[in-house]
């Protein structure tokens, strides 16, 4: 019964949210055609649509997509990495952790745009450099979220895992880590729009790394030569894989794990 419920809530949503969208491409549609807009400026979503099929069918977007899903890949993956390897060393030793909440005050609030020019010295304008920025802007959320979720585990859950043996890694991967993941699960979707915005907007600033770009190239690249419906295209195939990752990673992940376990309310 339960399940059916669930099942029926999200139908439910995702109808909700497919109208929506609908909605929204009908209603930019009908403003095109009333003329109030440049139509350089304000192109049709019918064409709109067109550029992005062709796009599409020719294979250029594809290729776009790959290289941004690569280097955002690889950038958060580092990012991961780091957060777990700070985060622990926080957890272990007082002085850390003070530095660490000192340093997320200092470098938290600096969007990972304003670093590029540093990164552009020290890396060049090649995708090294984009990657470190991607590290650089979703760095943080997930030292945030990660922090903030072991520290709020509650102590009794930890004396009751030491209670029934578990030591060392064994506490952390039965108890600390469960206990941690809506935290967790929350930094690495926040790192995830934080390494999107950060990948197309360093792509933006100074073009295609090597001769070669993802989407924010792509989107640079239109505007240049007043490709409009291109450019919209570009970001309406961003808004796509977002919610693609949203929906089919992020929500099955936290309805298999966080709302089984009881840990948000429905």
Same mark, same amino acid.
């Given at each position: 019964m339960v399940k059916?419920?669930?099942?029926?809530?999200?139908?439910?949503?995702?109808l909700n949210q497919v109208l929506f969208i609908i909605g929204a491409l009908l209603g930019w549609e009908l403003m095109a055609w009333t003329g109030w807009?440049?139509?350089?400026?304000?192109?049709?979503?019918? /064409?709109v649509l067109i550029h992005l099929w062709a796009g599409l069918s020719g294979g250029e977007l594809?290729?776009?997509?790959?290289?941004?899903?690569? =280097? =955002?890949?690889?950038?958060?993956?580092?990012?991961?990495?780091t957060a777990a390897l700070v985060t622990t060393g926080a957890m272990l030793?007082?002085? =850390?952790?003070?530095?660490?909440q000192a340093l997320m005050a200092v470098l938290h609030p600096l969007p990972g745009i304003a670093i590029l020019p540093v990164i552009i010295l020290w890396l060049g304008t090649g995708s090294r450099s984009i990657v470190a920025v991607i590290w650089?802007?979703?760095?943080?959320?997930? =030292?945030?979220?990660?922090?903030?979720?072991?520290?709020?585990?509650p102590t009794t859950q930890i004396e009751v895992g030491?209670?029934?043996g578990l030591k060392g890694s064994q506490l952390v991967r039965s108890i600390l880590l469960p206990g941690a993941f809506p935290y967790i699960l929350t930094g690495l979707r926040v790192g995830w729009a934080r390494?999107? /915005?950060?990948? *197309?907007?360093?792509?933006?600033?100074?073009?295609?790394?090597?001769?070669?770009?993802?989407?924010?190239w792509f989107i640079y690249k239109k505007r240049f030569f007043l490709e409009i419906p291109s450019v919209f295209a570009g970001m309406i195939l961003i808004i796509l894989i977002g919610l693609l990752v949203e929906r089919?990673?992020?929500?099955? *992940?936290?309805?298999?794990?966080?709302?089984r376990w009881g840990m948000t309310a429905e």
């Amino acid at each position: 019964m339960v399940k059916a419920r669930e099942e029926k809530t999200e139908r439910k949503k995702t109808l909700n949210q497919v109208l929506f969208i609908i909605g929204a491409l009908l209603g930019w549609e009908l403003m095109a055609w009333t003329g109030w807009f440049p139509p350089l400026l304000f192109p049709k979503m019918s /064409q709109v649509l067109i550029h992005l099929w062709a796009g599409l069918s020719g294979g250029e977007l594809l290729a776009r997509v790959a290289f941004s899903l690569y =280097i =955002i890949g690889l950038g958060l993956s580092l990012a991961v990495v780091t957060a777990a390897l700070v985060t622990t060393g926080a957890m272990l030793s007082p002085l =850390i952790s003070d530095w660490v909440q000192a340093l997320m005050a200092v470098l938290h609030p600096l969007p990972g745009i304003a670093i590029l020019p540093v990164i552009i010295l020290w890396l060049g304008t090649g995708s090294r450099s984009i990657v470190a920025v991607i590290w650089f802007s979703s760095l943080w959320p997930l =030292i945030a979220n990660l922090h903030t979720g072991l520290r709020s585990v509650p102590t009794t859950q930890i004396e009751v895992g030491r209670n029934l043996g578990l030591k060392g890694s064994q506490l952390v991967r039965s108890i600390l880590l469960p206990g941690a993941f809506p935290y967790i699960l929350t930094g690495l979707r926040v790192g995830w729009a934080r390494a999107w /915005q950060a990948s *197309v907007a360093a792509e933006m600033v100074f073009g295609a790394s090597g001769g070669e770009g993802g989407l924010g190239w792509f989107i640079y690249k239109k505007r240049f030569f007043l490709e409009i419906p291109s450019v919209f295209a570009g970001m309406i195939l961003i808004i796509l894989i977002g919610l693609l990752v949203e929906r089919l990673c992020f929500e099955e *992940v936290e309805r298999r794990t966080v709302r089984r376990w009881g840990m948000t309310a429905e």
